[in-house]
């Protein structure tokens, strides 16, 4: 479209200045121009003028708004990188907490302890009663050392999963009005092209005599 409207406006200024460089050829020459043709002549000078002020405004202004554009698209894209990271920093966390918090998780150690209450029980020797005893002891521990750590540990990995939840949201929000603001420049655009094109057509539309 801009192509075209340069091209037109082109042969146009080569008309004009070809007629300009006529009417000074034939100005070397006494011959009387009416005021009529000097009137028509202004104003199509004016006229053509006007109109390629206009062309130049409207293709610094989509020169302007493309370059925008492409601004907000560049910006849209780094911000989906970032969501996409901590997206799947989330979900690492989450598999992690799943983990942690698994039914089950601590069985085999719950069913050590089962087993030696029923050795303890089935004892005679006072001495490997005492061994048993003790050796259970000792996976208890375990197993209290064991939870502990995985509620420490559960705790931290769910604080940093909100943290996590908080700069998902501002990072959406951003993209959400990056991509508002793309669609406004897109729409300008559009609206710069249909008025250019109207223009256009009327320029191309015959006079009524």
Do not use: W
């Amino acid at each position: 479209m801009c192509k075209f409207k340069v091209t037109t406006f082109a042969m146009v200024a080569l008309m004009v200045l070809g007629s300009g460089g006529q009417l000074s050829a034939q100005s070397e020459q006494p011959v009387n121009v009416p005021p009529a043709n000097n009137e028509i002549m202004i104003k199509l000078l004016k006229d053509l003028l006007n109109e390629m002020r206009q062309l130049r405004f409207a293709l610094q202004q989509n020169a302007l708004q493309q370059h925008r554009s492409a601004l907000t698209l560049e910006r849209i894209r780094r911000e989906q990188d970032v969501i996409d990271m901590l997206e799947m920093d989330r979900s690492d966390l989450s598999d992690q907490v799943g983990d942690l918090s698994a039914e089950g998780r601590y069985d085999e150690d719950l069913d050590a302890i089962k087993q030696y209450d029923g050795e303890i029980a089935e004892a005679s020797d006072p001495r490997e009663k005492a061994e048993l005893a003790q050796d259970q002891s000792r996976v208890k521990r375990s197993l209290e050392r064991k939870k502990k750590t995985d509620g420490e540990q559960l705790e931290r990995l769910r604080e940093r999963i909100k943290e996590l939840d908080t700069k998902l949201q501002t990072s959406r929000s951003t993209i959400a009005f990056l991509r508002s603001q793309l669609d406004v420049l897109e729409r300008e655009m559009e609206r710069q092209v249909e008025n250019a094109e109207r223009k256009q057509a009327a320029r191309n539309r015959p006079q009524q005599p």
